[in-house]
């Protein structure tokens, strides 16, 4: 569920409170990972709060989203359970998978969430599908796929485009241009100048907005949602963004320098949105300081939830892998052994 906008002061004061969710979740969840808890790899949102946050603002609440493999934000700014993700991280049955996705498969279909998604490129043709079945349902709802500037050269992100365009359906494509893949930057990764060109080659509207300003991404999401919405078909927007930390935890990121990384934090979409509502007079440092202290206490609630949590059973390892119980899966579930291992 998104209930928020940038409309009123709450509403602005709650997107600022879920910027500071994703940083404090993900900056705990680095820890954990670090100290071995959290099995996996995870990819961590810090520095990209503003596009998640600006996006999920501008969508309706039964609105679709679709993410990628750095999801944890696009989760939080829809509005997902950070004590049901941290358990999917550290892999526990009260996860939002029941423990078995992890970081990278984090879902949930109630609150709008499609999933992240470990196969890069993968989010956009999920957005497109949804969109088909609201315009063949004629229902009041948009599907919006982020993807990664790496992303945006994978063919199945191309089909999906091109299919949505086609076809008018209620889409928006939004590129989160964090100026790497990988280890390679974008200019060695495309021809293009500004990776919203590419619109071109589906007669879509392209636009490219300073993803460190909430505002700026919040507006431009408003217009693509308004154009989807009244059958025009999608819009490609490319939020240019950074990405504090490397690629996953552990990356060594000798591909950058620390002279790049401090030019875009001196511009933290954070600091500029929490200075631009105390010049609103619509908050206080002090204001400040307690929402920090209550965001560190909900993540610590979080941590201790997915801590006493239980690890999925073994002898459950096959359940939820199908809609509908596929007898192949059974002949390997009746092999499951209890102590986790191997019954080979
Ligand atoms: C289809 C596919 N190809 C390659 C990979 C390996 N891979 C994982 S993340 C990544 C980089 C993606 O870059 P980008 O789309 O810019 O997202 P970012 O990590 O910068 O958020 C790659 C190549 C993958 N997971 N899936
Ligand atoms: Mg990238």
Known sequence: MTDYTLETEDDRL??????LTIREFDTKAGHYFADGEIPGFVHLYIGEEAVGVGTCAALDPDDYIASTHRGHGHCIAKGLDPDLMMAELFGKADGYCNGKGGSMHIADIDSGMLGA?????????????????????????????FLGDGATAQGQVHEAINQAS??????????????????????????????????????IPGVTVDGMDITAVYEAVQEGRKRAANGDGPTLIEAETYRYHGHYEGDEQNYRTDEELQQWKDRDAIDAFKARLIDRDELS???????????????????EFAHD????????????MFSD??????????????DGGDSR
């Open 14 to 19: 709650e997107a600022l409170r879920r910027m």
């Open 117 to 145: 998604n470990g196969i890069v490129g993968a989010g956009p043709p999920l957005a497109t599908g949804a969109a088909l079945s609201i315009s063949h349902q004629d229902r009041d709802q948009v599907a919006l796929a």
């Open 166 to 203: 086609t076809w008018d359906l209620p889409a928006i494509f939004l590129i989160e241009n964090n100026q790497y893949g990988e280890a390679t930057p974008v200019e060695k990764q495309h021809n293009v100048d500004q990776l919203s060109d590419t619109a071109q080659a589906y007669d």
């Open 285 to 303: 440092e002090a204001e400040f300081e307690e929402m920090q202290a209550e965001v560190e206490e909900t993540i610590a609630d979080a941590i």
């Open 309 to 320: 949590a239980e690890l999925p059973h073994p002898q459950e390892a096959y359940d939820d």
């Open 325 to 338: 119980t596929v007898p192949e899966i059974e002949k390997f579930a009746n092999r499951a052994r209890t």
